[in-house]
């Protein structure tokens, strides 16, 4: 019969989320973390065999909570509610925030993800991507290159702009990063005569 675990995944992942929010990626160690957690180091690297494949988790995990919204907005053709899930998840997510939005994947683990990590990271590149693809298809009604980049811009570039700046000042976007985006929105989107 095994051991009892005292410590769960979901408790290192969020120590390491924790720490690299507030820190940056370089200060999530595995000793940091079991640190965090009041875990032996040993207990860390019982469910986790580097600290690259513990950062991979967590970025998965903050990419995947971020998209979920995003991609049923989308896919229910609401371009503008997609992009206003930026700011909102931004606010309900401070630190997952600070961590998706102010590094890049290859700062938090590098290209040595175990085989299961790297699909699963694929699938959230390849359905974004689909998501965006039927977006501007039901939008235009074909796929082209301009359609493609104004709908990129206007859901994803704008929001992303419009929210970085308080993400980096350590503070909540205010409710008129909202409409900013409404209006860039509609000004982007509008159909040409």
């Given at each position: 019969m095994g051991r009892t675990a005292y410590y769960t995944s979901e408790q290192f992942v969020d120590a390491a989320l924790k720490i690299a929010a507030l820190q940056g990626p370089a200060a999530v160690t595995i000793a940091a973390v079991a640190g965090e957690v009041g875990a032996p180091v040993g207990s860390v690297y019982h469910r986790y065999l580097s600290r690259n494949t513990l950062l991979a988790?967590?970025?998965?995990?903050?990419?995947?909570?971020?998209?979920?919204?995003?991609l049923q907005t989308l896919d229910n053709g609401d371009g503008l509610a997609a992009a206003l899930h930026t700011p909102r998840w931004v606010r309900l997510h401070p630190a997952e925030a600070r961590l998706l939005l102010l590094y890049r994947r290859e700062e938090l683990a590098d290209g040595s993800w175990a085989d299961d990590l790297k699909e699963k990271a694929r699938r959230i590149t390849r359905d974004?991507?689909?998501?965006?693809r039927n977006y501007v298809v039901r939008m235009s009604g074909k796929y082209d290159q301009e359609s493609a980049d104004r709908a990129v811009f206007a859901i994803i570039d704008v929001p992303y702009a419009a929210v970085i700046r308080y993400i980096r000042l350590g503070r909540k976007p205010p409710k008129k990063v909202d409409d900013y985006i409404r209006q860039t929105y509609s000004t982007i989107m509008r159909k040409e005569k």
């Open positions: 988790e967590v970025w998965l995990r903050v990419i995947s909570s971020f998209q979920e919204a995003f974004l991507d689909c998501a965006v």
